[in-house]
């Protein structure tokens, strides 16, 4: 009777060099698919594997269906800055904070569509001032980073039957 003895060692390295490159590439290959929800690390990855410029910013204003006053307000800009964006040949990268920003945004309005079944909907629970919050509008807190994951969090939390 013969018996194969493998050496896990070798195998368990080359799994995890395995999964670490495959995992590099589908972030490379897969440039403009934000996930629904983004961990921090998937957000480094992508902000470190895509150029993020203006027509984030475009695509963020589609899928969100807001408009310029107020899409300016949450990502701390000028309406004039974002046409002089808009207005560039060159199609520039955006600062780090304002590509971090966008990246959670388009995640949070993708995670937002599902929990209220369309953008909308999501649109109108962020206009209105809520109880749970100090009776302030959750748009409020999508100025920062940090508001942003707190709004994420209470979709996440509505979906498992919090209210918000």
Same mark, same amino acid.
Do not use: C
């Given at each position: 009777?013969?018996?194969?003895?493998?050496?896990?060692?070798?195998?368990?390295?080359?799994?995890?060099?395995?999964?670490?490159?495959?995992?590099?590439?589908?972030?490379?290959?897969?440039?403009?698919?934000?996930?629904? %929800?983004?961990?921090?690390?998937?957000?480094?990855?992508?902000?470190?594997? /895509?150029?993020?410029?203006? =027509?984030?910013?475009?695509?963020?204003?589609?899928?969100?269906?807001?408009?310029?006053?107020?899409?300016?307000?949450?990502?701390?800009?000028?309406?004039?800055?974002?046409?002089?964006?808009?207005?560039?040949?060159?199609? *520039?990268?955006?600062?780090?904070?304002?590509?971090?920003?966008?990246?959670?945004?388009?995640?949070?309005?993708?995670?937002?569509?599902?929990?209220?079944?369309?953008?909308?909907?999501? /649109?109108?629970?962020?206009?209105?001032?809520?109880?749970?919050? =100090? *009776?302030?509008?959750? %748009?409020?807190?999508?100025?920062?980073?940090?508001?942003?994951?707190?709004?994420? =969090? %209470?979709?996440?939390?509505?979906?498992?039957?919090?209210?918000?």
């Amino acid at each position: 009777m013969n018996v194969t003895v493998n050496n896990p060692q070798k195998s368990t390295s080359r799994t995890t060099k395995t999964a670490a490159s495959r995992k590099k590439k589908a972030y490379k290959s897969k440039k403009q698919n934000i996930p629904v %929800r983004i961990t921090d690390n998937e957000l480094l990855n992508y902000i470190e594997n /895509n150029k993020i410029s203006y =027509d984030y910013i475009e695509r963020f204003k589609k899928i969100s269906h807001i408009t310029d006053s107020i899409m300016s307000d949450i990502l701390n800009l000028t309406e004039r800055t974002v046409r002089n964006y808009r207005q560039s040949s060159e199609k *520039k990268e955006l600062s780090n904070t304002l590509r971090e920003k966008l990246v959670l945004l388009i995640s949070l309005y993708k995670h937002g569509a599902i929990v209220f079944g369309t953008t909308e909907n999501f /649109n109108t629970w962020l206009d209105t001032e809520n109880f749970i919050l =100090d *009776k302030k509008a959750p %748009r409020e807190f999508l100025k920062t980073v940090t508001g942003i994951r707190f709004i994420e =969090d %209470r979709l996440t939390g509505m979906e498992y039957g919090d209210n918000a």
